[in-house]
């Protein structure tokens, strides 16, 4: 998890893309209404890593999963939007998320975020 939030942090996209799980629904990039495709995951990601300040982050807990090979980590990350316009351009307004990740190892034995349920902070 920390690798990742560094990763994000630093703007290393090709580790985000690497130790991102083939199961994860942003394997596919994202979609437009009709369905075409409007980006990849690569793309996500370094537009994510442009846009965002990383903070801080705070890991809350680890637990295992139902297997050996499946662990769940929940973290709070602070991070400030860049490039914001109107009110919210006003000065750097800290968001935050609680995020509970799920990780499966791969066959190398890495583990590799699968997904993940945030609640966002006010």
């Given at each position: 998890?920390?690798?990742?939030?560094?990763?994000?942090?630093?703007?290393?996209?090709?580790?985000?893309?690497d130790t991102?799980?083939?199961?994860?629904?942003?394997?596919?990039?994202?979609?437009?209404?009709?369905?075409?495709?409007?980006?990849?995951?690569?793309?996500?990601?370094?537009?994510?890593?442009?846009?965002?300040?990383?903070?801080?982050?705070?890991?809350?807990?680890?637990?295992d999963g139902?297997?050996?090979?499946?662990?769940?980590?929940?973290?709070?990350?602070?991070?400030?939007?860049?490039?914001?316009?109107?009110?919210?351009?006003?000065?750097?307004?800290?968001?935050?998320f609680v995020?509970?990740?799920?990780?499966?190892?791969?066959?190398?034995?890495?583990?590799?975020?699968?997904?993940?349920?945030?609640?966002?902070?006010?």
């Amino acid at each position: 998890m920390r690798s990742r939030y560094s990763a994000y942090s630093k703007g290393l996209v090709d580790y985000v893309c690497d130790t991102t799980h083939p199961d994860n629904p942003s394997q596919n990039g994202t979609t437009n209404p009709d369905g075409t495709p409007s980006s990849t995951l690569r793309e996500d990601v370094r537009a994510t890593c442009e846009k965002i300040t990383w903070d801080k982050l705070k890991i809350l807990s680890c637990e295992d999963g139902r297997s050996p090979d499946e662990a769940f980590v929940t973290f709070q990350t602070y991070f400030k939007t860049k490039g914001q316009i109107g009110q919210r351009a006003q000065g750097w307004h800290t968001q935050s998320f609680v995020e509970k990740s799920r990780f499966l190892k791969g066959v190398d034995g890495k583990w590799l975020y699968v997904d993940g349920e945030q609640e966002w902070k006010t």
